[in-house]
């Protein structure tokens, strides 16, 4: 790969991208990991995990025979394992961390990897994260109170809104960043992911989880008042759905009884009655999709203007393919506006878990008047794939590659069209899934390409596969793309 070929997409051919922590190289050494990354595997990029996240959970442990013996802390502290230039970032914008952590904090991971990659004509993007709930105190910025989002009983939470400008300038601050510092080193591009699951939109906030629902901060009481729309109205609104979802449900594991307790309309027709007196609710999910898609547009605009060369690429989280109002959140047409290339996650294995979970809690709060197999089977209906026919079995086994990664790879190449590469992520041992045997990775990789997919990026993190997986993975992308 050459200088001038470095940031033309597709690289050569196909993307075989890994997912890969900073103190893997450490704890590994940096050239037996590449090494077994590219020889063994087949890859042909690095998303190198860059800023703004730490890992609660790393997971030596998992490391199987046949790699090398890999030491190192079971936890690690985010901020940045890069080179922070708080130069580059506005004066209000909420000040870049180096990480404190150990190993970590005296060098530049990304310089580090840039150097090796270069000799092994490897692709290297900076993958940046929208996670600040991921890092801990110590890796947290100071007055990070004047950037958090608050609930709808008015307390702030550590959570930031794209809506205050300290939070937003600090994401467009750390693109301008990475792009400007590291793109005379080789970089190809930032590899952006926003966060997931659960406490990011006010409907996911409303029917996945416990917490009051948010963000009623200035910030977007102000968006909303331009457009009409009044934060009391919608504050009211919020806690009276929250009421009516979590009494019932507290009640009713309390012992109570349920039939009793049902509203006199049934949970569907009452809470669509809220709807309607209560516009406001869905404006505020409106709102929320509204200032994202911003953040998208946003976060390409910075980077292409001040370095057209670089990449500007998405990792989509798994939530937009499994979760009912992610997915209805995101139309996958847009991403022509926004992105050089996506990869959508079509992690099919721990996809059953994690969709049995949701269908769980949207049965306990809108679809309370079915019961949960019957909102199994409405999901498989509305989504467009099939799975095993009760959650149990989704649970302990997952979706076969030829129902989720083939129907989601090909809605997805759909949707983009062909000016948007699709690299879909593929499921290898995520923690919570069912297992992963080899000859399933292979399929997986298989239906992928099948389905139009451009490329793979291999998911999630490299510190998390056995050595079976990746020669598995190996095997598939030499058929695949290696003809
Ligand atoms: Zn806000």
Request: glycine share 8%; aromatic share 12%.
């Amino acid at each position: 790969m050459t200088s001038n070929s470095r940031n033309a997409f597709p690289h050569n051919g196909s993307l075989v991208a890994a997912q890969v922590w900073p103190h893997s190289l450490l704890d590994e050494g940096i050239d037996a990991a590449l090494d077994v990354l590219q020889h063994i595997a087949g890859a042909n990029t690095i998303c190198l995990v860059t800023a703004n996240r730490g890992t609660p959970s790393y997971k030596a442990a998992r490391w199987a025979p046949g790699h090398r013996e890999r030491l190192g802390p079971r936890t690690v502290l985010g901020g940045y394992f890069s080179t922070p230039h708080p130069e580059l970032y506005p004066p209000e914008a909420l000040p870049p961390m180096k990480t404190p952590q150990n190993g970590l904090q005296e060098i530049d991971a990304l310089a580090w990897l840039l150097e090796a990659a270069q000799a092994r004509d490897l692709a290297v993007y900076a993958y940046l994260f929208d996670a600040y709930y991921y890092n801990p105190p110590e890796a947290l910025s100071p007055a990070m109170a004047t950037a958090l989002s608050v609930d709808a009983l008015g307390r702030p939470r550590l959570r930031p809104c794209y809506n205050n400008p300290r939070y937003r300038g600090f994401i467009l601050g750390m693109i301008e960043d990475h792009v400007r510092s590291y793109e005379a080193a080789g970089l190809s591009g930032v590899y952006f992911q926003f966060e997931g699951f659960g406490a990011s939109s006010p409907f996911q906030q409303l029917f996945y989880g416990q917490a009051v629902p948010a963000c009623f901060c200035e910030h977007c009481a102000a968006q909303a008042a331009a457009k009409g729309w009044s934060a009391e109205r919608a504050r009211d609104g919020y806690l009276r759905a929250h009421e009516l979802i979590h009494s019932a449900n507290r009640d009713s594991q309390g012992g109570g009884d349920e039939t009793a307790l049902r509203p006199r309309d049934g949970y569907l027709v009452t809470l669509f009655r809220l709807l309607i007196r209560y516009p406001e609710i869905l404006a505020w999910q409106s709102l929320w999709q509204e200032t994202r898609g911003r953040m998208f547009r946003e976060i390409y605009g910075v980077a292409k203007s001040l370095v057209p060369s670089q990449q500007v690429a998405f990792n989509i989280h798994h939530s937009h393919q499994m979760e009912l109002f992610h997915r209805a959140s995101f139309d996958y047409a847009e991403v022509r506006e926004f992105a050089d290339w996506i990869k959508p996650n079509v992690f099919h294995r721990v996809a059953g878990p994690r969709f049995a979970r949701n269908v769980r809690a949207l049965q306990r709060g809108l679809f309370r008047d079915w019961q949960a197999e019957q909102v199994r089977q409405l999901l498989y209906e509305a989504f467009g794939f099939g799975g095993p026919n009760n959650l149990d079995e989704l649970t302990a086994r997952g979706f076969p590659p030829e129902e989720f990664v083939y129907h989601e790879t090909r809605r997805i190449v759909e949707a983009a069209g062909p000016g948007v590469p699709v690299c879909p992520g593929i499921d290898l041992e995520a923690p919570g899934s069912p297992s992963t045997e080899p000859d399933d990775v292979e399929a997986s990789i298989e239906q992928a390409f099948r389905a139009g997919a451009r490329g793979i990026v291999l998911s999630r993190f490299y510190d998390e596969w056995s050595l079976p997986t990746l020669e598995a993975v190996g095997r598939a992308v030499r058929r695949a793309v290696q003809p």
